[in-house]
Each structure stands twice: as C-alpha cells, then as structure tokens.
C-alpha cells in the first residue's frame, strides 16, 4: 500500500500539532509556576522563564509548519534537528551539574527528553513518508 503525500502531510501535519500544543502547555507551566517550581526541582527562575518563552516561540512555529497547505521538508527537517537538540540539551542539564537539581527536577528534566525524542522520531518518520509519498 502506498502512502500519498496528502495523507503522509496529513500524518505528520497531526503530529506537529500535538507536538505545538504540549509545547505551549509545558511553556506555560513554566512560566506561570516558575516561582513554584523552583523549590521542588531546584530550577532557578532565571532558567525557568527563558525555557518557557522559548517552549512558546517554538509551540507558535510548530504552528505555523503545521497550518502550510502542504508541509515543506526543509521545514519538518529543521523541527527534527530542533527536538533532537532539544533532547540533547536537557540530557546536558539533567547530568551536568551546571543547575542545582534536586532529584525530581533530574526526573522532570529526563521526562521532557524523552518526550521530545519521542516527537523528534514521529517527526522523522512523518518526514520520511512526506518525502517518500
């Protein structure tokens, strides 16, 4: 069975999508409860509300990749290479020290990475039905 590329678009256009809104939910969390969530994971605010704008400049260009009437490959390329560094990232932080972690912000930061491999992967494969169609 073969995929057209209206379907493989299809796919992977609802994978951007769930990816944009997780996205924006997480940056939210973290900018309204970046006080909160100091204490509990060690995450100082002033990492904390960077990573939360950030999450929402990214959730409104997934957004924006997603709403194409056909999605460019370059562009759910550059959202693979963006996850995958983004999973690279926080594996960094989660290990280096370089933020006072407590033990559940390790966990919290371990979670995000796999979430945002898991993403990067439905991502390429979407990209590659994309480009196969």
Known sequence: MTTTRTDASGRLR?????DGWSTAVFGVIMLAGAQALSGPLGLPTSWSI????????GAAALGLIAGYPQIPPRHAAFVVGGN???????LV???????????LGVAFLLTGALVVAVYA???LMGLRRLTAA
């Open 14 to 18: 609802l994978i951007l999508r769930v």
């Open 50 to 57: 960077p990573f939360g704008v950030a999450m929402l400049g």
């Open 84 to 90: 995958t560094l983004s999973c690279v990232a926080l």
């Open 93 to 103: 932080l989660a290990f280096s020290g370089l933020i006072p972690l407590t033990g």
């Open 121 to 123: 992967a439905l991502e």
